[in-house]
Structure formats: C-alpha cells, structure tokens
C-alpha cells in the first residue's frame, strides 16, 4: 500500500484546510484509515480514524473542528480541518493499517499563523 498526502499549507488563524491521503496498492484489504500530526519537537499524536464500514473516531482536542470522510471511488480519505489554531501545526501523516501492518503516508505541513 502506498498513501500520498497532500492539502497542507499556511492558513491564519480560524481558516479551514481539507488534506488528502490517496492510497494505491491493496486498498480492499485496509481495515482503517487514520490521520496523525506531529508539532514541532512533540511526539506524534492521533487525530481521527475512519473503519470500512465509515464508523469515525476523533481525539478530544478537535473538539467538533475536524471531520474524516471518505471517497472509495477516489481512494481517498480527507481530513477537513475548521477553525484551526496555531497549536494546529504541525505535519499531518496518513497511516493505513492491513492486520497488524501500519503504512505510512510522507506527511504534509500546516502551519497556522496567528
């Protein structure tokens, strides 16, 4: 499986971005799809997970502001981002799992300015 990423960008404070993750390889055998970020100088952290069957999971800090979808006819995931703060920032990273094997995605920078 191969997952690119792409949407970041610079946006000011309270702006929305929508980010992509384009999977090619063994989609039908990918059991969930997720979004991580990494901040400068902090470990990388969960955001949200979408399954197969388009049941979402959202960590607490996003607090209603981001949103997962899916379009299989595109192979994509997105991650719409609303509101964004400066604490946003950070790489965004696409992970996809088949079983207990994790694929990664190269990461596409936001930066949020104030």
């Known amino acids: 499986v191969q997952l690119q990423a792409s949407g970041g960008g610079l946006v000011q404070a309270g702006g929305s971005l929508r980010l992509s993750c384009v999977a090619s390889g063994r989609i039908s055998a990918i059991n969930a799809m997720e979004w991580y970020r990494q901040a400068p100088g902090k470990q990388r952290e969960w955001v949200t997970l979408?399954?197969?069957?388009?049941?979402?999971y959202y960590a607490d800090f996003v607090e209603g502001r981001f949103s997962i979808s899916e379009n299989n006819a595109k192979n994509t995931v997105y991650l719409q981002m609303n509101s964004l703060q400066p604490e946003d920032t950070a790489v965004y990273y696409c992970?996809?799992?088949?079983?207990?094997?994790?694929?990664w995605g190269q990461g596409t920078l936001v930066t949020v300015s104030s």
């Open positions: 992970k996809a799992m088949i079983g207990a094997i994790v694929y």
């Open positions: 979408i399954t197969r069957s388009g049941t979402t």
